[in-house]
């Protein structure tokens, strides 16, 4: 893991409030999308990107989540005028594009505890758009990211804990201590 040069957070445990941070995390999708464009197209910027887009939305189920989410980004809402799937609560295709989401693919990156791409890319989805979960679960997802995207993975144990402490309205430097101290050490 390493600090941010913005914020000094773990990256991206920043994001939204740090730019930087809210860029690495849109990254992780964006990483995914330039593979797919290079395996199925030859090339990371083919011509047609949004009809590619607008494909793969199509058929989430048939692609991994990551080209899923960044496909969804480059398609703009016609109710909020926002990057599809990304926009406030209640506008109501944002919410359809939201549910989608998560019928796409999740395989695990070689040498990280299985479920780890299912707990990153949750993590991932609500730090890119947190309207409407409270602040303390949207706080619980941003300072996850460093530890999962690091090959860890909490035990059902030490997410239930960790869970516990934000029902108890732990602050941002007691969760961070668990969630980098304990999460994926120990039995
Ligand atoms: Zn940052
Ligand atoms: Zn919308």
Same mark, same amino acid.
């Given at each position: 893991m390493r600090r941010c040069g913005e914020c000094g957070q773990w990256e991206p445990a920043g994001?939204?409030?740090? @730019?930087?941070?809210? /860029?690495?995390?849109?990254?992780i999708v964006e990483e995914g999308w330039r @593979?797919?464009?290079? /395996?199925?197209?030859?090339?990371?910027e083919p011509p047609g990107e949004?009809?590619?887009a607008e494909m793969v939305v199509d058929e989430p189920d048939r692609h991994v989540w990551r080209v899923v989410d960044a496909a969804y980004d480059r398609l703009t809402c016609p109710e909020c005028g926002g990057r599809l799937s990304r926009g406030p609560a209640g506008c109501a295709p944002c919410d359809l594009a939201n549910g989608f989401r998560y019928s796409?693919?999740?395989i695990d990156r070689p040498g990280v505890p299985p479920?780890?791409?299912?707990?990153?890319?949750?993590?991932v989805a609500v730090t890119r758009r947190p309207y409407g979960i409270s602040a303390s679960e949207v706080l619980l997802r941003r300072l996850s990211l460093p530890a999962l995207l690091d090959g860890r993975l909490p035990t059902v144990e030490q997410a239930q804990a960790?869970?516990?402490l934000v029902g108890k309205g732990a602050s941002e430097a007691e969760l961070a201590a668990v969630i980098f101290g304990d999460w994926g050490s120990g039995p």
């Open positions: 994001a939204h409030g740090c @730019a930087r941070c809210a /860029r690495l995390v849109d990254e @593979a797919f464009l290079e /395996r199925e197209f030859g090339a990371p949004r009809l590619i796409a693919i999740e479920g780890n791409e299912h707990a990153l890319r949750v993590n960790t869970k516990a």
